[in-house]
């Protein structure tokens, strides 16, 4: 049988990706990700952000909402980074389509990546990131560590 092919948070596999310019490294994703083909993605450097890079939040909502375009992603200096978040989110998808990865290992609290929860003024609330929406929005079945 076929290894199944799995996008994963480049961050959450050791690659220093992170704002900070740090790596997230999760051995719970590691080991869930055992026997897998892996796909590591940073969606904010494929959306033309560079690292180490402001914080970034989503302004209300979540993901789903800046997807629809009724909320926005800002940094800490103020700038919106939205197209940004957005064009990371659409190249990640496209990603996972030529690689033929049905799911995503993704890391929580992520303006990009949290499956179910994000940070809002510092604190953690429920909701997504724009790629986790986006990619879910697809039919890719989406994981956070
Ligand atoms: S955008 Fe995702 S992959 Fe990139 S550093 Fe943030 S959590 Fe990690």
């Given at each position: 049988m076929d290894s199944p092919v799995v996008i994963v948070s480049a961050c959450l596999v050791g690659l220093r990706t992170r704002h900070d310019g740090k790596d997230a490294l999760s051995e719970a994703a590691l080991s869930a990700l055992k026997g897998s083909v892996i796909v590591p993605v940073c969606p904010e450097q494929l959306g033309g952000i560079s690292t180490p890079r402001p914080k970034a939040e989503i302004a209300e909502g979540d993901g789903r909402d800046v997807l629809s375009g009724s909320s926005r992603v800002m940094d800490e200096n103020g700038r919106d980074v939205t197209a940004n978040f957005i064009r990371g989110a659409e190249e990640t998808l496209s990603i996972a389509r030529l690689t033929g990865a049905t799911a995503a290992c993704l890391k929580e609290?992520?303006?990009?990546?949290g499956v179910g929860s994000i940070k809002r003024d510092g604190v953690t609330v429920n909701g997504a990131g724009v790629t986790a929406a986006l990619l879910e929005k697809n039919g890719v079945r989406v994981t956070g560590f």
């Open positions: 609290r992520s303006p990009s990546c």
